[in-house]
């Protein structure tokens, strides 16, 4: 059971460049989150999803675009890098009210 | 909307010391706590939860329990080791709405010295 799985665990970006981060989860989880993590910011969420074919935005989405085609998979978009998307990005999913959510171990991300 | 507020970090304690991180919230209705950990380099891990009021969650010794009275959930732990050291976020997730989105606090960073 791998749980939550994000790749890549790192990457470099330059400014203007786009790329997917994977989210992939085992455990047919219908909720699916997208969070950065940066210095005294806290998590802040970017987009979720509440099952296949169901997205929307969270508190931070400019800049980032997701799809949920099927319920293991939840890429997030980078349409064109800036350094400000400098961060570290988590996924995470859950199966429901009262059960918490699992996270994935991150994807550390620079943007030059 | 929901909001969770954590003492400001750091927190810094001797090994076996007692330990309390406080955490508050507001919310409408009666939502789920939760209490994450996260390691140095990794994702949040789940530690405890509750789901009603007065419930107490407890895991690998730490504990908190679920006060409406006083909106609170605050984390303790009787003796802290040095592997405790990490970062401790407080959450909720809705009773309704569809989303159950949780709402984190900002986080609050345990140092345990030797």
């Known amino acids: 059971n791998a749980g939550v799985t994000q790749t890549p665990k790192f990457q470099v970006l330059k400014t203007g460049q786009s790329m997917t981060l994977q989210c992939a989860q085992d455990m047919n989880h219908e909720y699916m989150s997208w969070y950065r993590q940066d210095p005294g910011m806290g998590l802040r969420l970017i987009h979720y999803s509440v099952g296949a074919g169901i997205t929307d935005q969270g508190e931070v989405p400019n800049g980032y675009n997701v799809s949920r085609s099927t319920t293991e998979d939840f890429p997030l978009r980078l349409l064109s890098a800036a350094p400000s998307q400098t961060s570290v990005y988590f996924c995470a999913s859950s199966t429901g009210v009262g059960y918490g959510y699992t996270f994935g171990s991150g994807t550390r991300l620079t943007v030059v | 909307g929901d909001s969770v507020t954590q003492m400001e970090g750091p927190v810094t304690l001797s090994e076996e010391a007692f330990l309390t991180i406080n955490c508050t919230y507001t919310?409408?209705?009666?939502?789920?706590l939760f209490w994450y950990v996260q390691y140095p380099g990794e994702g949040l891990q789940l530690l405890l939860k509750a789901t009603k009021a007065d419930d107490k969650g407890s895991n690998k010794g730490f504990e908190a329990t679920y006060r409406k009275e006083t909106t609170s959930f605050h984390l303790e732990k009787g003796s802290v080791q040095v592997s405790d050291s990490a970062v401790y976020f407080c959450a909720l997730s809705p009773a309704s709405g569809g989303s159950y989105i949780p709402t984190f606090g900002r986080g609050t960073s345990l140092i345990v010295h030797p």
């Open positions: 919310a409408t209705g009666y939502p789920s």
